[in-house]
């Protein structure tokens, strides 16, 4: 396979108008326009940035601290041409089982027009060598069921659909409504 002509890093502070235009994408793609609550502030207090002009691999992070605040990474990827192409959103998760740390990876997207040139597989990669570089148990994440696209694509890699779980969220008033459920 010929090499892929990009560059991966994490994002810093000045990529956040970037990021918030990645995710609305995302969002319209996912037919969920209407959900994106994010804004810059909001993504500036909650993602681990890396200082500008340090370079920050997934292999040797070089970004703020994570924290239950600030909780998310983000890798960029930038086109040939050096323009944003696409981004990996995600945080540490934790196998009980394996006793070892991991990554899920809450986003992943390239623009339509950049599809197709090998940059969803460069950034699971990058991903993948930072699960490993931490002596990480797994990568995970989930996908639409009407992602078929992606879902072939996932599984030409090797992952695995986990039709075993079912996914569960508690959020808005019934969180609010657990939080207090003994009181």
Known sequence: MAPILCKVRHARREDVSTIL??????????HEID????TEDTLLSTIAFAPDNVESTTTAPN????????????????????KPAGMALYFYNYSTWRAKAGIYLEDLFVR?????????????VELAKEVI???G???????LKWNEP?????????????NEWVGM?????NLTKLASLLD
Do not use: H
């Open 63 to 82: 970004t703020e601290p994570t924290s239950p605040s600030r909780p998310a990474r983000c890798l960029l990827l930038f086109n040939e041409e050096g």
């Open 112 to 124: 339509e027009t950049e599809r197709k040139k090998g940059y969803g597989k460069k950034l699971l």
């Open 169 to 173: 969220r508690v959020d808005r008033e």
């Open 137 to 143: 148990g797994r990568l995970e994440w989930s996908v």
């Open 21 to 30: 235009q990645l995710i609305r994408e995302l969002a319209d793609y996912e």
């Open 150 to 162: 992606s879902i072939k694509f996932y599984e030409s890699i090797g992952a695995k659909a986990m």
């Open 35 to 38: 959900a994106v609550e994010a």
């Open 133 to 135: 570089a931490t002596n």
